[in-house]
């Protein structure tokens, strides 16, 4: 007989065994064992020490999902508001751009939460964390000043477009975009 045992049914497990047991919560688990995660990402248990990889909680695994998911929203809303924005409904776009603000936040909680519970060995070297950093910056310079040229570019071609306040707008963020990271780069 296969079968197979959920979250909840294994929470309902746990309460009755700890009821009979007598056991403290503060103990940690009930089950003693360690959760290892290869390099590929697999996980096996054992009751010793990780040969094949990192030990990792199962909490992690569900946080860097949850990151996975959060990321693609994040492009999706961002991508609406621009389109939004380019035909005129600004009221969606500022509502759009909200709701992937707060989900920026959550990712950057989510990124928080992982990088504690990684092991000192996981760890990026600060070296190749500031690189990392400085490409991610560089790229971010360039695809913000590829938008502003190709902005000021539709301004020459269409000069009605010069006074609107929706593209002035645009272009004063872009161009604000563009000094910031090149003063962040200039500061490395």
């Known amino acids: 007989m296969k079968g197979y045992f959920n979250e909840k049914s294994l929470e309902a497990y746990n309460l009755l065994i700890a009821d009979k047991a007598g056991v403290d919560f503060s ?4 089950y003693d064992f360690t959760r290892c995660v ?5 996980a096996y248990g054992t009751g010793y020490k990780c040969r094949k990889g990192v030990e990792q909680a199962k909490e992690d695994k569900a946080n860097s999902v949850r990151l996975n998911e959060v990321t693609k929203e994040i492009t999706t809303l961002q991508s609406m508001a621009d389109k939004a924005r380019e035909d005129g409904f600004m009221d969606r776009a500022v509502d759009l751009g909200k709701r992937a ?3 920026i936040r959550e990712r950057a909680d989510l990124k928080t939460k992982i990088e504690k519970a990684k092991s ?5 070297t600060p070296q190749k964390q500031g690189k990392a950093d400085v490409d991610r910056m560089k790229k ?14 539709s301004i020459q071609k269409n000069s009605s ?3 609107d306040p929706d593209v002035l707008s645009r272009r004063r963020v872009l161009e604000r975009n563009v000094a910031a ?3 962040q780069l200039k500061d490395l």
């Open 27 to 30: 103990e940690g688990e009930i």
């Open 38 to 42: 290869r390099p590929d990402g697999s």
């Open 101 to 103: 603000g707060k989900l």
């Open 120 to 124: 000192p060995a996981d760890l990026a």
């Open 140 to 153: 971010y310079l360039k695809d913000e000043a590829d938008k502003l040229k190709n902005l000021n570019d």
């Open 161 to 163: 477009r010069a006074n």
């Open 181 to 183: 990271v090149k003063n």
